[in-house]
């Protein structure tokens, strides 16, 4: 009886966070992708989009945009956005729905994780820390590749907790984060890494071994299916992707920028979308972490940052330029920064007051800045010009955008609000060309191309 109670209680508050995430995530989700990284909603719904006009099996899983195949990632994203496209249209709301869901899990697993090597109060302490920051409220609702990737991961350290303190449980856990995570992003690799560095030692080196045999072969897979459609191993630019994202400087690089650079970029994000307060507290955490707690608990915050720094790290140019890269620090920042409330405030009812307190300075310390990303809107022309093609450019019809530099940077935005063919070449046999001046916040109105024209005469 004692032991049902406890799971119902742990049912009953892992509902109230999962609603409260919804509620607090969930806001704004209609807005048009025209705001600080918000391109990742347009280029993903144009993808998911497709599947459901050509299925799955006609586009062999693969990832079709305006600009031909995209497979930069495996497909698990735009695939689930598509399903929710199936109930509920294309749409934002319906996009934006995936990662929304996907964060909601995450806060609900953080709490699991935190009462499992922890407490139940460190558990729901640090997940409520995690859901105060600008990272989740903000980029929590982005369409990309972090927030389901995360949560798909924190399923696989829940179970390893699991196995861990109690034997024979949270082996599926493991292989479904494991699985998952492979599906979504490259991440997997710094997974099962860290998973092998916590288990290491508590099972056998065969069972080890088939958990990367698994992430491997889902890695295979991902660039067999891209040989299928290209006809290459490395089509679509993959190679030149991820020389170019882990690249400091030089030549391949996407954007060069020195050392220095880049740990001042990432100390400023990170005070931004995680708080000074909630990094100042996970600092004291991780000394009592590292001073008195067991073997065990070291490992596994270890592990997680391997996971949660180690992608981001590799990836660095692509850090560098998307802040969003450092989403997964939010799992290890939460934990350590709820543990060391905890070993500072022992009595409860302190304890209490200086969580709640905490909670609210992570909110509110960042306000202006959460702000400012809500109602960011560098994107509205592109929107607009999208919207306007769709009403007056027929389906089969092919529309130049110049100038060049304007249209690719804000190809997934015309291509999603217009839902036609949009090229940059001006030698093609385009139907009608619409020229933008960017500097003035204009264009020209939807201009018929002379040379078909006279090829219809």
């Known amino acids: 009886m004692k032991k049902f109670l406890k799971n119902y209680i742990n049912f009953l508050i892992s509902i109230f966070l999962f609603a409260l995430t919804l509620v607090i995530v969930g806001k704004n989700l209609n807005k048009p992708f025209w705001?600080?990284?918000?391109?990742?909603?347009?280029?993903?719904?144009?993808?998911?989009?497709?599947?459901?006009?050509?299925?799955?099996?006609?586009?062999?899983?693969s990832q079709i945009e305006n600009g031909g195949v995209y497979t930069h990632y495996p497909p698990?994203?735009?695939?689930?956005?598509?399903?929710?496209?199936?109930?509920?249209r294309v749409n934002e709301w319906a996009t934006r729905l995936v990662p929304v869901l996907a964060t909601s899990g995450l806060i609900i697993i953080i709490y699991l994780i935190g009462r499992t090597i922890f407490s139940n109060k460190i558990g729901l302490t640090a997940s409520l820390l995690a859901l105060a920051t600008p990272m989740i409220r903000y980029y929590g609702k982005n369409p990309v590749h972090e927030p389901l990737a995360l949560f798909f991961a924190s399923l696989a350290f829940l179970g390893a907790a699991k196995f861990t303190k109690k034997k024979n449980t949270g082996w599926n856990l493991i292989l479904i984060g494991i699985v998952l995570t492979s599906l979504t992003n490259w991440s997997s690799v710094?997974?099962?890494?860290?998973?092998?560095?916590?288990?290491?030692?508590?099972?056998?080196?065969?069972?080890?071994?088939?958990?990367?045999?698994?992430n491997l072969s889902l890695i295979l897979l991902h660039f067999l299916s891209i040989y299928l459609v290209t006809g290459s191993f490395f089509?679509?630019?993959?190679?030149?992707?991820?020389?170019?994202?882990?690249?400091?400087?030089?030549?391949?690089?996407?954007?060069?920028?020195?050392?220095?650079?880049?740990?001042?970029?990432?100390?400023?994000?990170?005070?931004?979308?995680?708080?000074?307060?909630?990094?100042?507290t996970s600092f004291i955490g991780t000394y009592f972490v590292f001073k008195s707690r067991t073997s065990f608990v070291k490992r596994f915050v270890f592990g997680t940052f391997i996971y949660c720094a180690g992608y981001p790290l590799v990836f660095l140019n692509a850090t560098f330029i998307h802040e969003y890269f450092i989403f997964y620090l939010v799992l290890p920042i939460s934990l350590l920064a709820s543990f060391g409330l905890s070993k500072i405030f022992e009595k409860k009812t302190l304890w209490l007051l200086t969580s709640i307190a905490l909670i609210a300075l992570v909110w509110f310390e960042r306000?202006?800045?959460?702000?400012?990303?809500?109602?960011?809107?560098?994107?509205?022309?592109?929107?607009?010009?999208?919207?306007?093609?769709?009403?007056?450019?027929?389906?089969?019809?092919q529309v130049l955008i110049e100038p060049y530099a304007f249209a690719a940077s804000r190809l997934p935005h015309l291509s999603f609000y217009?839902?036609?063919?949009?090229?940059?070449?001006?030698?093609?046999?385009?139907?009608?060309?619409?020229?933008?001046?960017?500097?003035?916040?204009?264009?020209?109105r939807v201009q018929e191309n002379p040379a078909f024209k006279a090829g219809m005469n």
């Open 190 to 214: 710094f997974l099962v890494l860290a998973i092998t560095l916590i288990l290491v030692g508590k099972v056998s080196h065969k069972e080890i071994i088939k958990l990367w045999i698994i």
């Open 418 to 444: 217009s839902d036609r063919k949009i090229t940059l070449d001006r030698n093609s046999s385009y139907n009608w060309s619409l020229e933008v001046d960017e500097t003035g916040g204009d264009y020209n």
């Open 76 to 88: 698990m994203l735009p695939i689930l956005i598509s399903f929710s496209y199936k109930f509920f």
């Open 367 to 397: 306000a202006r800045y959460m702000k400012a990303l809500e109602v960011s809107n560098i994107d509205g022309l592109a929107v607009q010009i999208g919207k306007e093609l769709n009403q007056k450019v027929l389906k089969d019809e």
């Open 235 to 280: 089509g679509g630019g993959i190679l030149d992707s991820l020389i170019q994202r882990t690249s400091l400087g030089g030549a391949s690089s996407q954007t060069k920028f020195s050392l220095f650079e880049f740990i001042n970029r990432v100390r400023l994000w990170s005070s931004n979308l995680f708080t000074i307060s909630l990094l100042v």
């Open 35 to 61: 705001g600080i990284h918000d391109w990742n909603g347009a280029r993903y719904g144009n993808i998911a989009r497709n599947y459901v006009r050509y299925g799955y099996f006609t586009t062999k899983f």
